[in-house]
């Protein structure tokens, strides 16, 4: 099971940061994915972490703004997001995958949280 934490509404520039605990499955064995949504889009990739977090991969929109990190001890992985826009307001999910490939292909990956919105005002 994945849950997120920490969404909510932040103003253009701030920051926030959110979480993905799991619980059920070997945490460290996994990689994880970050992506979102928002309403009539289809789910875009974010960032991912390697199962020991030494790799990450960002995608362009993400890369230099947020930052994808894990930590294993706490079967938990986080998603820093800083100098927010209005168009970073989705909703955003993480989910878990056993290989390192084609990290950015939302259809790889098999476990997936609820979800936690974020939302930017202008």
């Known amino acids: 099971q994945l849950v997120e934490s920490g969404g909510g509404l932040v103003q253009a520039g701030g920051s926030l940061r959110v979480s993905c605990a799991a619980s059920?499955?070997?945490?460290?064995?996994?990689?994880v994915g970050w992506f979102r949504q928002t309403e009539g889009e289809d789910r875009e990739f974010v960032a991912a972490?390697?199962?020991?977090?030494?790799?990450?991969v960002h995608s362009a929109s993400a890369k230099g703004r947020f930052t994808i990190s894990r930590d294993n001890a706490k079967n938990a992985a986080y998603l820093q997001m800083n100098a927010l826009k209005p168009d970073d307001t989705a909703v955003y999910y993480c989910a878990t995958k056993i290989a390192w490939r084609s990290v950015a292909n939302r259809d790889e990956y098999g476990y997936w949280g609820q979800g936690t919105e974020v939302t930017v005002s202008s």
């Open positions: 972490v390697s199962t020991g977090g030494g790799t990450t």
């Open positions: 059920g499955l070997v945490f460290k064995n996994y990689v």
